[in-house]
């Protein structure tokens, strides 16, 4: 009879002090057993009280982020057969605990919503009914970027969101690059102007963690350096009056 260990970390904020690891093994692993398979059936056959955040099964809704063997993962898009035993479950480090698995997403979803993660129509076309064309070279400059499913991985690793709690985060940043760039936004200026703060762009040192975390290959580093360049070139032409506010 084949088994599978796990050891999950377990805080419950209301009742205990500190968090601890309590330890699990499952028989009889279905072939293909995905880490949140075991999941939901440590729920059902041992322990109820266990809570974590799922909602597709598919690698899309981002709700299944964990830290799981020290790496980022999509609990549903990680076989347990592929991990070093016993397998070690945690949420993501740096983001608060609800309890157990579910980490406080807020702060990062206030982020998202600062950066306007929306086309900005452009006044002429307000109530214009016609589709919009993109090229396939306009579209392939965001495509990867549109992929971001919110999962929180990026901004659980950026070092830069461990010591400042203002900084926008990859996942916005990003996000903001995905629109900036979209040739039917018309954020344009007005999207660089929020970026242009202490908070945002310029605190990005560059060290990849971000890209190296995402489970959808997105290349944020660069969406983010890009953005850097944009608002550098922006400042110098209205210095040089080529461009107004
Ligand atoms: S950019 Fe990648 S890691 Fe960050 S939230 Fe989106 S999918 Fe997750
Ligand atoms: S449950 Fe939706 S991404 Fe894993």
């Known amino acids: 009879m084949s088994e599978v260990k796990f050891k999950i970390k377990r805080y419950n904020p209301d009742k205990e002090k500190k968090s601890y690891f309590q330890d699990f093994t499952l028989s009889n692993p279905v072939s293909g057993e995905t880490v949140l398979s075991a999941l939901l059936r440590i729920v059902e056959e041992q322990d109820g009280s266990l809570c974590f955040r799922y909602v597709c099964r598919a690698g899309i809704c981002g709700s299944d982020a964990l830290f799981i063997n020290g790496k980022r993962l999509l609990a549903c898009q990680t076989q347990t057969k592929i991990l070093k035993q016993p397998i070690v479950i945690e949420p993501l480090p740096g983001l608060p605990v609800i309890k157990d698995l579910v980490m406080d997403m807020d ?66 940043i990003g996000k903001a690059f995905r629109f900036y760039e979209d040739t039917r936004d018309a954020g344009g200026k007005r999207r660089l102007k929020l970026l242009d703060s202490e908070d945002s762009v310029f605190r990005c040192h560059t060290s990849f963690e971000c890209v190296e975390a995402c489970p959808k290959n997105i290349p944020l580093t660069e969406g983010i350096q890009s953005l850097k360049r944009s608002i550098m070139k922006y400042k110098i032409k209205k210095f040089l009056r080529i461009e107004r506010d």
């Open 107 to 172: 702060p990062f979803f206030e982020k998202y919503d600062a950066i306007e993660p929306y086309l900005i129509e452009p006044d002429d076309n307000i109530g214009v009914d016609e589709e919009r064309i993109q090229s396939k070279k306009e579209l392939d400059k965001i495509d990867l970027f549109t992929t971001c499913i919110l999962c929180g991985a990026c901004y659980s690793a950026c070092p830069i969101t461990w010591t400042s709690s203002e900084y926008l985060g990859p996942h916005a």
